[in-house]
């Protein structure tokens, strides 16, 4: 927990606070791994800069910190999200009824989706409030369903996009998909619908348009770099109104709020490509 709070601009102690808050996590959840945090804070701290004091205390940071890692580069990190995180992916996508080989081509495929993208690796999605292992699992899903898809010449319908999250899901998060899956998928279309008009371009090209963060860049006439943060702050701007949407109409607390961010985050991961089509 941090012990400081946040203030508009990041201040030394501040970024002090989130590196010693992450190293623990980080010797919680790998004793073993050491890290180097100073450009990991400020780019969480800018990240999120908006978000309540509460809320950035609950970031899953040792997750997160894996999931920036890798995305840069990193090769222990890239190794450790490879062992940990998507080998274990087989299970998940055997239940999706996959062949042995289109298992294979699917670990590779998230392989490049996640830790290189088309110039924005997938993980830098990655919120920090789900569990990383079932943000992954919900990807492996995603890869599966357009697998099948491609197969027999057909979209996923709703049903189908609900249902299959749940093979990966803990518990907890399948309860939560169960009981509030209605209300999410009408939040989560009124959250795009409210979103600001370049926000909604930019999520359109890069996850209806499969348009890389080149030709994005080029297209808006702003550095590749540039457009790669508009989209995570576009992404981030609609889950953060989806959640707010739900905590209001069903007035939960605390406990269940936690739950609608790992419902968020991973129902935006499997739909937001479908809810951005939508007439």
């Given at each position: 927990?941090?012990?400081?709070a946040?203030?508009?601009?990041?201040?030394?102690?501040?970024?002090?606070?989130?590196?010693?808050?992450?190293?623990?996590?980080?010797?919680?959840?790998?004793?073993?791994?050491?890290?180097?945090?100073?450009?990991?804070?400020?780019a969480?701290?800018?990240?999120?800069?908006?978000?309540?004091?509460?809320?950035?205390?609950?970031?899953?940071?040792?997750?997160?910190?894996?999931?920036?890692?890798?995305?840069?580069?990193?090769?222990?990190?890239?190794?450790?999200?490879?062992?940990?995180?998507?080998?274990?992916?087989?299970?998940?996508?055997?239940?999706?009824?996959?062949?042995?080989?289109?298992?294979?081509?699917?670990?590779?495929?998230?392989?490049?989706?996640?830790?290189?993208?088309d110039?924005?690796?997938?993980?830098?999605?990655?919120?920090?409030?789900?569990?990383?292992?079932?943000?992954?699992?919900?990807?492996?899903?995603?890869?599966?369903?357009?697998?099948?898809?491609?197969?027999?010449?057909?979209?996923?319908?709703?049903?189908?996009?609900?249902?299959?999250?749940?093979?990966?899901?803990?518990?907890?998060?399948?309860?939560?998909k169960?009981?509030?899956?209605?209300?999410?998928?009408?939040?989560?279309?009124?959250?795009?619908?409210?979103?600001?008009?370049r926000?909604?371009?930019?999520?359109?090209m890069?996850?209806l348009?499969?348009?890389?963060?080149?030709?994005?860049?080029?297209?808006?006439?702003?550095?590749r770099?540039?457009?790669?943060?508009?989209?995570?702050?576009?992404?981030?701007?609609?889950?953060?109104?989806?959640?707010?949407?739900?905590?209001?109409?069903?007035?939960?607390?605390?406990?269940?709020?936690?739950?609608?961010?790992?419902?968020?985050?991973?129902?935006?991961?499997?739909?937001?490509?479908?809810?951005?089509?939508?007439?």
């Amino acid at each position: 927990m941090l012990p400081v709070a946040l203030t508009p601009a990041a201040s030394p102690a501040e970024l002090e606070a989130i590196q010693a808050a992450t190293a623990a996590s980080i010797a919680v959840a790998w004793p073993d791994r050491t890290a180097d945090l100073t450009r990991f804070a400020p780019a969480l701290r800018d990240r999120f800069a908006a978000l309540p004091l509460a809320e950035f205390q609950e970031l899953r940071l040792a997750e997160l910190w894996l999931a920036w890692a890798a995305a840069d580069g990193d090769p222990d990190a890239t190794a450790l999200v490879d062992a940990e995180f998507i080998r274990p992916l087989v299970g998940v996508l055997r239940r999706t009824g996959l062949l042995p080989d289109q298992i294979e081509d699917a670990l590779q495929e998230i392989r490049v989706r996640l830790l290189v993208g088309d110039g924005r690796p997938r993980l830098l999605d990655y919120a920090g409030r789900a569990d990383l292992r079932a943000w992954m699992r919900t990807v492996a899903v995603r890869m599966a369903i357009d697998l099948q898809r491609k197969r027999r010449d057909a979209p996923a319908d709703d049903d189908e996009l609900l249902e299959l999250p749940a093979l990966g899901d803990d518990p907890e998060l399948q309860h939560a998909k169960s009981l509030y899956r209605r209300e999410f998928a009408a939040a989560a279309t009124a959250a795009i619908a409210a979103a600001p008009a370049r926000d909604r371009l930019l999520l359109k090209m890069s996850y209806l348009d499969g348009a890389s963060i080149d030709q994005i860049g080029q297209a808006l006439g702003v550095h590749r770099a540039t457009a790669a943060r508009w989209i995570t702050a576009a992404r981030d701007g609609v889950a953060e109104r989806t959640r707010a949407l739900l905590q209001a109409q069903l007035g939960v607390g605390a406990s269940t709020l936690r739950q609608l961010g790992q419902l968020v985050e991973s129902g935006l991961e499997l739909s937001i490509g479908r809810l951005l089509a939508a007439p």
